[in-house]
């Protein structure tokens, strides 16, 4: 539909629409920086979404049954501010709008989850949006199923582009989501053609309207400008079982000299072409100025949903105390009252009864006397659910029949599987964790920085985490993945040396309320080195001292994992020689960093010579060995300095110089 059709024919949806394209350009302008082009392009269909079929209250936006709405093109942010000012949410303020990308604003360049209510998650990098929807979806379905449709009952929509729809992930995403039947999930596809480069064309002749409906969607396609095909094919996706995509047919940077170009895509600044622009809208007014009969229709929708948030908050209250208090604990993400003292019998059993086993069995051992307690957790694999040991016999297993299940076969999709964890502890009341082979972080990378950035406590589940794993080989054998994620801000990498580690450390990470945690687990068995049980959750501390020298201290040997145990035959090969030596396990330097000056300095006094084990690269062990009171001339370290080899763990070890035996010498050449 044309813009002299669109203004004859509605003009009161044309003047709300023009709201945000408005707002788009001026903000933009006055930054002098942003991307214009795809607000000005999907107004008409956000505008639709918002007075139709949103259910949502801007005076309560945290209304835990409304439906969620997601920029999945986050590079489009202005559409997403202008109809959070528009629709009256009370920290969106036209001030901010006029800050757009300025230092402070709640208005960044991309959006931000947690800096303004209604961004529902953070967008930008391209295709976590519509990935993150599935998880939003899935555990509106998880939630339905097992509070029931009086708590919760909504949809999950999308607006997602070109470039989201090119990515990788989408795929991920999408099979996913097919395969599950999420018929709550809506994409509406900014079909516009075009990209920074050019037309679509340039470098892609995906037919995608094919692509969905193969991957078991029902897709409607309509012209993205008209105001009743839009409203029509959104009740219908409404009613499929499916996950419905809607091809909505756009001009991006509509009315402008650069509509339908690769200019269009970004700033639109030419005071030249604004003026145009807005002449061809019919938009007599100031920059940033909305008429009264426009604010205020846009208004009314905001406070649409009031009526039917009020009844739901009358159905919660009607419930009993006990549910009430449920409900509120699992949204708040707090863990379960029984976790700590259910940890504690778990330590308690494991330090009597000593099993040698890889952490990653540990882990299973710690989720099966958790997700009886947490019935908000929810797990799964990427294909490796045997030897991630990722699944409990309590969970259920979640599909089109069992919505109440709580276990996932995410399939192999790694960074799908990492986008949906973050979606699903978005939408709230949900502890999701997943896992895959510690060197495939690399695939899931993209999805676990997110994580960092929005700190949602999404718990990775991390095994085969170093050369330990053996034959597979270099291609499996994490070497440079533990500095990788070390280095990523606002991550807990924890790397525990046997079963009660483990239990601590999924302790913490369930407790966390915005730090995800990754979990490095082992594929050999360990030997129990926590042998004395205490109440104290020692990996709460993030390094601490296992073993104490018997000899004059001499030296402080630092480790993680499955290195522990390296360490401790070391000690005891040098306090043979009278070397008295210090074994300081290190499962999580995040949190250790984190203690005050005086811990730090019990576990790493001044004095001895220091020395590292770690079954990885050396890089940032040098923060611990001649940082914090060492010296430079006084540490060492052992490990790996460059890439793995497929052979048996125990020869693996001995090839690369990862013994015991090479621990004590190193630490006997540094004290001469």
């Avoid at 350009?25 to 269909?45: C, E, K």
């Avoid at 012209?223 to 091809?247: F, L, T, V």
């Avoid at 994580?451 to 990775?460: F, I, K």
Wanted: proline fraction near 4%; include cysteine; charge should be neutral.
């Amino acid at each position: 539909m044309d813009i002299a059709s669109l203004r004859k024919k509605h003009p009161e949806h044309w003047n709300k629409a023009c709201a945000i394209r408005t707002l788009t350009l001026d903000a933009v302008a006055a930054a002098n920086s942003g991307h214009s082009g795809m607000p000005m392009g999907m107004a008409d269909v956000a505008t639709v979404l918002f007075e139709k079929h949103l259910k949502f209250d801007a005076s309560a936006p945290d209304w835990a049954d409304r439906d969620r709405f997601i920029l999945s093109a986050g590079h489009g942010s202005m559409l997403l501010y202008a109809l959070l000012y528009l629709t009256g949410y009370e920290d969106m303020t036209l001030e901010e709008i006029k800050n757009f990308r300025q230092l402070g604003a709640k208005t960044a360049g991309h959006p931000e989850y947690g800096h303004a209510k209604g961004i529902e998650t953070t967008t930008g990098p391209l295709g976590q949006g519509i990935a993150n929807s599935v998880g939003f979806a899935i555990a509106e379905e998880v939630q339905r199923a097992r509070l029931g449709r009086k708590l919760v009952d909504h949809h999950t929509y999308v607006i997602a582009g070109d470039g989201c729809l090119m990515e990788g992930v989408s795929q991920e995403a999408i099979g996913l989501a097919g395969k599950h039947e999420l018929g709550r999930l809506i994409v509406l596809w900014d079909n516009n053609n075009i990209t920074i480069d050019g037309t679509v064309e340039l470098s892609d002749k995906t037919d995608q309207v094919m692509r969905f409906k193969a991957s078991g969607w029902q897709v409607i396609e309509i012209d993205g400008h008209d105001p009743q095909a839009i409203d029509e094919a959104i009740a219908k996706a409404k009613k499929s079982r499916k996950p419905s995509m809607i091809a909505c047919k756009t001009h991006i940077a509509l009315g402008s000299s650069a509509q339908d170009t690769s200019k269009g895509h970004g700033a639109l600044t030419d005071a030249k072409l604004i003026e145009d622009t807005r002449d061809a809208y019919g938009w007599s007014y100031g920059p940033f100025e909305i008429p009264k009969d426009v604010k205020s229709a846009w208004e009314k929708i905001g406070a649409r949903g009031k009526a039917e948030r009020q009844a739901w908050e009358d159905r919660l209250a009607a419930m009993s105390s006990n549910k009430q208090n449920e409900f509120a604990r699992i949204m708040a993400g707090e863990p379960s009252k029984k976790l700590s003292a259910t940890i504690k019998a778990l330590k308690k059993q494991i330090s009597e009864s000593k099993p040698k086993v890889a952490t990653r069995k540990a882990s299973e051992m710690a989720l099966e006397v958790i997700n009886p307690i947490m019935p908000e957790t929810f797990g799964g694999s990427a294909d490796l659910t045997g030897s991630n040991n990722t699944l409990t016999a309590d969970m259920g297993v979640f599909s089109p029949d069992n919505r109440k299940g709580r276990y996932m076969y995410y399939g192999v999709r790694e960074h799908g599987m990492a986008a949906a964890m973050n979606g699903l502890n978005l939408h709230g009341g949900i502890k999701a964790y997943g896992g895959t082979f510690m060197c495939f972080t690399d695939y899931a990378r993209g999805a676990m920085r997110l994580s960092a950035l929005m700190g949602v406590p999404v718990t990775y589940v991390m095994t085969h985490d170093s050369i330990g794993l053996g034959e597979d080989g270099p291609t499996h054998q994490p070497v440079e993945h533990l500095a990788m994620l070390r280095a990523t801000p606002n991550i807990n990498v924890f790397r525990p040396a046997d079963a009660v580690e483990t239990a601590e450390a999924w302790e913490v990470a369930l407790s966390s309320k915005s730090t995800p945690s990754v979990l490095a687990l082992s594929r050999q068995g360990l030997p129990t080195v926590r042998t004395d049980h205490t109440t104290k959750n020692q990996v709460a501390m993030g390094a601490y001292v296992l073993a104490e020298a018997v000899s004059k201290r001499q030296a402080i040997l630092l480790a993680t994992g499955s290195e522990i145990e390296i360490a401790l035959a070391a000690k005891e090969l040098l306090e043979a020689d009278g070397i008295g030596t210090r074994v300081v396990s290190m499962p999580c330097w995040e949190i250790f960093e984190e203690q005050d000056e005086k811990y730090r300095r019990k576990i790493l006094p001044a004095g001895p010579v220091r020395v590292a084990i770690e079954a990885g690269i050396r890089f940032g062990w040098d923060r611990w060995l001649f940082g914090e009171r060492g010296k430079r001339e006084k540490s060492g370290f052992v490990g790996m300095h460059g890439f793995g080899a497929s052979a048996p763990a125990g020869t693996l070890y001995k090839h690369f110089g990862i013994t015991a035996e090479e621990t004590a010498q190193k630490v006997r050449d540094l004290l001469r």
